[in-house]
């Protein structure tokens, strides 16, 4: 049986709409960067601030339908997370587009059944291709091995 | 996380591989029971984002060859470079030093004159290493040839002289084809063409006119009046790894899925560090999820381009968007 996703307790406040734009529109802040999701929480600093954020949610989401947004990735992620998304159970349906050749831009449409967040299945997808990538890893190693072996 | 189950629907047992060619330079592999698109993502990061080390910055002290600076400076580039162990290496980009230095750089220099009358040939060999390296075999040129001289740089008539020294980094193929790890990979699934991905040209009848794959045999050929399954998937993928030279090919192989797997963990640590995503949903968002149809961009007291139209655009609608009408919006009656 195909694991499900763990649901998680959406946790639903709104805040105020300070800007709302198309989600074609990018959010950009005063010094030229994409906007974090955590621009205005003070927490999310974290101490090292090496990798800076790459995956943000787009305008529009919600907890069970939500598009995300990957700088720095491309179709050999994209293809591979989407189709592994899409193999769990709670998914409904899940996407992704880059949606202009010259920006480095992916982005993931995963919409879920209730039982899970959209958030909880893209980290599952995530994981799971981690796993698979493991066992492919391990497989290729033990068959190198056993050809090394025949052959001498 | 059992995969053979995840994977497929059917009997099958997992991903499997079963190498049927390797040597120094090659690996022949048929990789089965994954999707397309993880054998695609396999094929992409081998080719493009496996970490290797060339020549990137070429300080040329003397050149009186008749070959422009950067005509040499390009093909210094372009010499293959140990690459084995490169994960004790920096990219300089992250390295903590000012410029360069042992941890993310390796230097390499070359001085050459021609002194007689004949014609003197600069090969890859002459190039000399410098010492401040992680390890005594990164960087150092790759030579394959019986003589031993490796790749030709250039050649030099009497009294011409290069001077050069070269700094090779960390860099991967994305951002520039030195860097890649393989000459080629073959990439071929369905020799039979039974999923009717190819749409082969013919004269008179395909299967003739077109040469059969040498993977053909390892497959069953579609039955006479077989009719077409368009369930089908493809299951079996024939990858051709060709290393050039810098990393033994199955190493490429280990170091593209690790490289992978990189990606992978880079995104899970980052959404592990703003958990969870929820604290997204404050931001912006589409008017769908406002509550009633008020005119959204009236509250800022500012125009936007779309704002133009009020209700009437095509954001402004409110539940009459066609967000509002999917069973996920339900027209911003919730929290959402």
Known sequence: MPAR???????????????????????????????EEDEDNEVGEEEEAEEPQRVRILPGSTSTAASFEFLKEGHTLGNALRFIIMKNPDVEFCAYAIPHPSEEKMNLRIQTYDTTTATAALEKGLQDL??????VSEEFWTQREKFMAEKS | MEYDTMMMDGESIGPSVKISAADRTHVDFELSSVDLSFANSLRRVIQAEVPTIAIDLVEIEANTSVLADEFIAHRLGLIPLDS?????????????????CGKCTVTLTLHAKCSSDEVMKVYARDLIVGIDRPNNHIGNPIITDPDGQGSLIA???????????????????????????TSAVGFEYDPHNKLHHLDLWYETDAATEWPKSKYADWEEPPAEGEPFDYDAVPNR?????????????????QEGIKELQRKLAALIHGLGEN?????????????????????????????????????????????????GTTPYGNSGSTGW
Not at chain 1, 6 to 31: G, I, L, N
Not at chain 2, 84 to 100: A, F, G, K, P, V
Not at chain 2, 309 to 323: E, F, L, P
């Open chain 1, 5 to 35: 996703t763990k649901a998680r307790a959406p946790s639903a406040e709104d805040a105020d709409m300070e800007d709302a734009a198309p989600t074609s529109a990018q959010q950009v802040a005063e010094d030229g960067e994409p906007m």
């Open chain 1, 130 to 135: 981690e796993d698979l990538c493991d066992v």
């Open chain 2, 84 to 100: 084995r162990e490169i994960d004790q290496l920096n990219y300089t980009r992250d390295c903590d030093c000012d410029q360069s």
């Open chain 2, 155 to 181: 050649k030099l008539r009497k009294g011409q002289e290069l001077k050069i020294t070269c700094v090779a980094k960390k860099g991967i193929a994305k951002e520039h084809a030195k860097w890649s790890p």
């Open chain 2, 237 to 253: 993928f024939y990858f051709e790894v060709e290393s050039a030279g810098n990393i033994e090919p199955d190493a490429i192989i």
């Open chain 2, 275 to 323: 958990d969870d995503m929820n604290a997204e949903y404050d931001g912006p968002r589409s008017p769908d999820v406002m509550d009633g149809g008020a005119p959204w961009q009236d509250q800022g007291g500012y125009t936007t381009p779309y704002a133009g139209a009020g209700n009437t655009s095509a954001w402004g609608g409110g539940g009459a968007t066609a967000y």
